[in-house]
């Protein structure tokens, strides 16, 4: 079974500003990001190991917004399920990391949702847990 690593998903409170988020995180991260402002998809690097950026707000045709925050919220608290969330980023490594040489760039890509988007939950889909 193939695993996509540092898989995580990044429920997004509304009013979160969207504008070329994935640029912006991958910049604060000090990551090169290949991906326009406007772009909702997108790659980022650290050194030569890549992650991809998805930024899903419920528009298109495929949009897994819905579902996602319906998983997302049963690992909340109880003030987090009162509110809005109108996003969700996910990322993840683009190729298997088995020696986990690019866990702390993951972590980086974390943190940095974290600063840009207050009030945003962080979940790993792959344990069924929210990231603290």
């Known amino acids: 079974m193939s695993v996509t690593p540092s898989l995580t998903h990044a429920l997004l409170p509304a009013g979160t500003d969207l504008s070329g988020l994935g640029a ?3 910049r604060h991260a000090g990551g090169e990001a290949s991906l326009r402002p406007g772009d909702r998809a997108g790659e980022v690097a650290f050194g030569g190991y890549r992650f991809f950026l998805v930024l899903g ?3 298109g045709a495929c949009s ?3 579902e996602l925050r ?3 919220l049963k690992v909340a608290t ?3 399920r009162g509110q809005t969330f109108g996003a969700v ?3 993840g490594g683009l190729s298997p ?3 986990m040489d690019h866990f702390n760039d993951a972590v980086f890509l974390m943190e940095e949702v974290e600063a840009l988007c207050p009030g945003a939950i962080l979940f790993d889909p792959q344990s069924g847990e929210r990231i603290p």
Do not use: N, Y
Request: charged content about 45%; cysteine-free; proline content about 5%.
């Open 57 to 59: 707000d419920g528009t």
């Open 89 to 91: 980023l996910t990322f």
């Open 78 to 80: 109880d003030d987090e």
């Open 64 to 66: 897994e917004l819905g």
């Open 97 to 99: 990391d088995p020696d």
């Open 24 to 26: 912006r995180v991958a």
């Open 70 to 72: 319906d998983v997302i």
